[in-house]
């Protein structure tokens, strides 16, 4: 049985699901975005839903609760996915001086 | 040889500048003073008169090269603008010089003479080697920091590794790629230098602080991030 809180991330999930839905129609996101993103939502039901059977995860740890599991999980990911973010960045940002570079280069070279 | 040739075989001065308008002008006619004819400034983004006074003074020394950067994007990218510039202009000998007044022209002389003679391919000013500078306390704390820093990652142990006067072969400006935009720029041209083993030697010169320039200088929180994005960078190779 679902406490009141498991059905409210259950909604919230299915929310943003339909954001990612609709981003894809929008062709805002790719393919790939859309599955990743869709499979990242349906761990998080069935996280919800199946939470009584995640004793094994503390089996491969020194954590006592699975819940502790799936948050230091969770950090994990959303460091890796910030350096990715990093990286991403910077490399705009190189793009963007070779743009205002060139720009400045070609003025130049008009004159 | 023809007047053109003569001309490329002068030194090419590179200046980045940003929100210099107090001091650029006369950065210039130090210059013109000293009889260097190819001076290259980029104006990088500035959002004070700095456009402005170089344009004047454009008008007044034909020789000055001036480009500028719509938007600001470090003193690295925009001596990368102005090397380029040097280098399509034909340049054999570029000199890097800053926009505050730090740096004499007098000693350009004296820092060229190795790169003319084809004895090294780039010359790095050092203000410690003669002691001639004033340095203040704090600042030479930070720059023997940046000493050890750039010991550590390159491998190299330099008298002073964060030095804006420079001089460079117009082989060495090829070869030296420079991808930092910001003030990191200055530890990735010794990184290039020892990875591509470009013979160098360094030179005692006079960093002159005035008030002003002391304005303008890195704070230890500036170089902290410095050294944090280096660190990063080579994470990501």
Redesign the interface.
């Given at each position: 049985m679902l406490d009141l809180l498991s059905i409210a991330i259950l909604f919230f999930v299915l929310f943003a699901w339909s954001r990612v839905v609709l981003r894809f129609k929008e062709g805002g996101i790719g393919f790939k975005e859309f599955f990743v993103w869709t499979l990242i939502w349906a761990v998080v039901v069935l996280l919800i839903l199946f939470r009584d059977r995640l004793g094994f995860l503390t089996k491969f740890t020194t954590l006592q609760r699975p819940l502790d599991v799936v948050l230091a999980g969770s950090i994990i990911l959303l460091f890796y996915l910030l350096f990715r973010i990093y990286v991403k960045i910077d490399s705009m940002d190189q793009s963007v001086t070779k743009i205002v570079r060139e720009l400045a280069l070609e003025k130049k070279r008009k004159k | 040889m023809s007047v053109y040739a003569q001309r490329r075989m002068k030194p090419f001065i590179v200046i980045a500048a940003y929100n210099e308008e107090k001091s650029i002008g006369s950065v210039v006619e130090r210059l013109a003073k000293e009889g260097y004819e190819n001076v290259v400034v980029?104006n990088d983004?500035s959002s004070d008169e700095t456009l402005r006074v170089l344009e004047q003074c454009a008008e007044k020394y034909s020789f000055l090269?001036v480009?500028?950067?719509?938007?600001n994007?470090?003193q690295g990218?925009a001596l990368?603008?102005g090397i380029?510039?040097a280098l399509?202009q034909g340049a054999e000998i570029i000199v890097t010089f800053d926009a505050d007044g730090q740096h004499n022209p007098k000693e350009i002389k004296q820092l060229i003479a190795p790169v003319e003679k084809g004895v090294v391919d780039v010359v790095l000013g050092s203000r410690f080697l003669e002691k001639k500078s004033n340095i203040p306390l704090f600042k030479r704390a930070v720059l023997k920091g940046g000493i050890l820093f750039t010991w550590i990652f390159s491998g190299k142990k330099l008298t002073d590794t964060h030095n804006g006067f420079r001089a460079l072969s117009r082989k060495a400006a090829q070869q030296i790629q420079i991808?930092q935009?910001r003030m990191e720029h200055a530890s990735e041209i010794i990184d290039e230098i020892c990875k591509k083993n470009i013979p160098f030697k360094e030179v005692p010169v006079t960093i002159m602080y005035s008030d002003y320039a002391r304005q303008k200088g890195q704070s230890v929180f500036n170089s902290v991030k410095i050294a944090t994005k280096l660190i990063?960078r080579r994470m990501?190779r």
């Open positions: - | 980029v983004g090269r480009l500028s950067h719509l938007i994007r470090g990218a990368k603008t380029d510039c399509e991808r935009d990063l990501m």
